[in-house]
T-cell receptor, first 116, second 110 residues
Framework: KAGVTQTPRYLIKTRGQQVTLSCSPI?????VSWYQQTPGQGLQFLFE???????NKGNFPGRFSGRQFSNSRSEMNVSTLELGDSALYLC???????????????FGAGTRLSVL | GIQVEQSPPDLILQEGANSTLRCNFS?????LQWFHQNPWGQLINLFY???GTKQNGRLSATTVATERYSLLYISSSQTTDSGVYFC????????????FGSGTRLLVRP
């Protein structure tokens, strides 16, 4: 079974531009989560989607948004990029049977975004 | 919200040595996972262990949920064990969201 696939692997953008990252979950997984990793803040939760609905959101500005499609693939978008948005963006998928259920998250290889 | 603390922050070992990494968390959890981040950035699942003990080859983990800590044991370390080890938890009140510790950076020297 294929793992979580993230595209692209690397991106270079300039301040003010916008960017869209893509994540394809493991087949059969309906939950997709996004995380940002920076040297200063570590790994931080961005948002989680299940069946095209956002169920939880982290403390990030509105410039960060996401969506999930009917095939469970997800995209996240960052508008008006700032230098501080340079980070490794990781996507995870899980079966997510419900609150309290065994909810193992599997991560993709990430998209490394550099903002110049 | 729930706090996750990992220790030590850095660890240097000689190949063949054993080590114990610790993860403390501040509240009850639904989910606890240990990950190894490889040099390319990917998080590799090691254990899903909200309670109890598990073993996988040279690695084992124990979580004592009532005392809010988890331990990851690495025996007979190899250079390929180098990288950053993360503990992540899903709190009872933070559904579908993993809270990560700051990690333990391990370097295994040949």
């Amino acid at each position: 079974k294929a793992g979580v696939t993230q595209t692209p692997r690397y991106l270079i953008k300039t301040r003010g531009q916008q960017v869209t990252l893509s994540c394809s979950p493991i087949s059969g997984h309906r939950s997709v989560s996004w995380y940002q990793q920076t040297p200063g803040q570590g790994l931080q939760f961005l948002f989680e989607y299940f069946s095209e609905t956002q169920r939880n959101k982290g403390n990030f500005p509105g410039r960060f948004s996401g969506r999930q499609f009917s095939n469970s693939r997800s995209e996240m978008n960052v508008s008006t990029l700032e230098l501080g948005d340079s980070a490794l963006y990781l996507c995870a998928s899980s079966l997510s049977e419900g609150v309290g259920a065994k909810n193992i998250q599997y991560f993709g290889a990430g998209t490394r975004l550099s903002v110049l | 919200g729930i706090q996750v603390e990992q220790s030590p922050p850095d660890l240097i070992l000689q190949e063949g040595a054993n080590s114990t990494l610790r993860c403390n968390f501040s509240d009850s959890v639904n989910n606890l996972q240990w990950f190894h981040q490889n040099p390319w950035g990917q998080l590799i699942n090691l254990f899903y262990i909200p309670s109890g003990t598990k073993q996988n080859g040279r690695l084992s983990a124990t979580t004592v949920a009532t005392e809010r800590y988890s331990l990851l044991y690495i025996s007979s370390s190899q250079t390929t064990d180098s990288g950053v080890y993360f503990c992540a938890v899903e709190g009872m009140d933070s559904s579908y969201k993993l809270i990560f510790g700051s990690g333990t950076r391990l370097l295994v020297r040949p």
